[in-house]
């Protein structure tokens, strides 16, 4: 397995001393947002990490292997090529190493590669869900079925509004993945805390969520957990005046033909520019938060 696997030397000391190590992801970087705010962002959210006293190994697929935990320049490429570089899901994964072209990993591809190399927790904004009309576009994103498969935890800020929340959850149930809110029953919404639905169940302490994991994997209950953590208020965008913005974006993609895995990087940059740079700003709190929460559960892994 580690012939496809290159593990940044601070990273590879830190899981063989069962150190608090959080993995994240590169999509958001490559095809999430534009640059320069792709490249601060991840910069950013790996200083956060540290200053909470964990490990953060971004991710990515470069030189034909895993790259688990990147270094500066690393990310400057990864931010700079932006929508050059391969979107690499579950599918890609093996043509990209074989080929040695570099990819930019999803949610999907970013725990396949963690749980390769023995981290358990996983920091980003989003996951991929079932998106609207899923019912005649099978469009259902390849990150639930890892989260049904592979043993991580993923901290997002709920599910975003552009994809069906109430159909993604069923999937979610339907293969046993856990939603767990973090202080809150309501699933947070992305850009917003509200959303009209619930989550599983409400954990009030990264604790009780390194608890809840540990559980599951110790009884050998395969696959993620989904943490969904709010965006700060302070940082939230109107619920109402989103769904418009989204409807609209939605529609485009319709009528322009927008499908496969063009859909979610469409999707998110059509809602920037609907929101005037509203949904970046609020995007990139809500990174900065997960990745506070997730390096908090990691020190409560131990
Ligand atoms: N959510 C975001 N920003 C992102 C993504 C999700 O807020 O950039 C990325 C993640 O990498 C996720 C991917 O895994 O989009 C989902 O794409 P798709 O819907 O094509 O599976
Ligand atoms: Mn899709």
Request: glycine share 8%; aromatic share 6%; net charge neutral.
């Amino acid at each position: 397995m580690h012939k496809y696997l290159d593990i940044l030397p601070e990273v590879k000391e830190a899981i063989k001393n069962n150190k608090p190590v959080v993995a994240l992801e590169s999509t958001i970087i490559s095809h999430g947002m534009p640059f320069p705010q792709n490249m601060e962002t991840a910069l950013e959210v790996e200083n956060i990490v540290r200053s909470k006293g964990a490990v953060p190994a971004s991710i990515a697929i470069l030189n034909g292997k895993f790259k688990v935990g990147l270094t500066k320049n690393e990310i400057e490429y990864l931010g700079k090529s932006g929508k050059k570089i391969v979107k690499a899901s579950r599918r890609d994964v093996p043509y990209l190493i074989t080929q040695k072209i570099d990819g930019a990993t999803t949610v999907a591809s970013t725990m396949i590669a963690a749980d390769m190399a023995g981290i358990k927790i996983f920091a980003t904004g989003g996951i991929g869900g079932v998106h609207r009309e899923a019912q005649s576009t099978f469009d259902v994103s390849a990150d639930l079925q890892e989260l049904a498969n592979t043993n991580v935890a993923v901290v997002c800020a709920g599910i975003k509004a552009i994809l069906d929340l109430p159909l993604t959850l069923e999937y979610l149930e339907t293969h046993g993945v856990p939603v767990l809110g973090y202080k809150t029953k309501e699933l947070p919404a992305f850009y917003s805390r509200k959303s009209g639905f619930e989550v599983d169940y409400q954990l009030n302490s990264s604790q009780e969520i390194a608890d809840f994991m540990k559980t599951k994997w110790e009884m050998n209950l395969k696959g993620g957990i989904v943490v969904a953590n709010p965006v700060p208020a302070d940082s939230q965008l109107d619920y109402d005046y989103m769904m418009q913005l989204i409807d609209e974006a939605v529609s485009e993609s319709k009528r322009l033909g927008i499908k496969g895995k063009e859909c979610t990087p469409f999707l998110l940059e059509k809602i920037k520019n609907l929101s005037a740079g509203g949904s970046l700003v609020s995007n990139v709190e809500l990174v900065y938060n997960n990745a506070a929460l997730a390096s908090e559960i990691s020190l409560c892994l131990f």
